[in-house]
């Protein structure tokens, strides 16, 4: 397993994040509404807005897990935040950097990842609008133009600067 990276701008990015106060804060609705949309419409059983803090990967909203946070270590948002770019894995067994995670050998039993990161106006990308499944595949041009809308949807409602 590939330890997701640390980010050149970490330590800003960690202040930006954490001047929204939106950290260990109760689950809201309007973010709600985002992943049971994203789970619906990409037909995945996990949808989870996702802000990767110092030592973790917080969900500000989820579908389809218990959790509410995991190490970032073993994250796959923390590998979608060092880019702009959407992260895609589509098949998470075949790829060297997750194959022994244990996420996916063992529950939620990851095969399929694609990240959206959320960016910010500063620059700084706190996390990440996430879809998993648990079979491999991937998606097609249209499906990651309504992945990246909805993770635009997704900063705005963060009310970012």
């Known amino acids: 397993m590939t330890p997701a990276p640390i980010p050149a701008n970490d330590a800003e990015r ?5 001047e929204l106060l939106i950290l260990d804060t109760p689950p809201e609705e309007r973010f709600d509404h985002f992943v049971e949309f994203a ?10 807005i996702c802000l990767v803090d110092s ?5 500000k909203a989820s579908v389809g ?8 270590e073993v994250s796959f948002c923390g590998h979608t935040i ?3 770019e959407l992260f895609e894995v ?54 990651r133009r309504i992945l990246c809308t909805l993770r635009d949807l997704v900063v705005a409602e963060l009310g970012a600067p």
């Open 14 to 18: 960690l202040r930006a994040l954490r």
């Open 82 to 84: 060092v880019q702009r």
């Open 90 to 143: 589509p098949d998470a067994t075949r790829d060297p950097r997750f194959a022994d995670n244990p996420l996916v050998a063992g529950a939620p039993f990851i095969r399929f990842y694609i990240g959206a990161p959320l960016t910010l106006a500063c620059g700084a990308t706190i996390g990440t609008l996430c879809l998993i499944d648990t079979r491999p595949r991937h998606l097609d041009a249209l499906d």
């Open 65 to 72: 897990l218990e959790a509410c946070e995991t190490s970032r």
């Open 39 to 48: 789970a619906s419409e990409f037909d995945v059983p996990i949808a989870l």
């Open 55 to 59: 030592d973790r990967q917080w969900f």
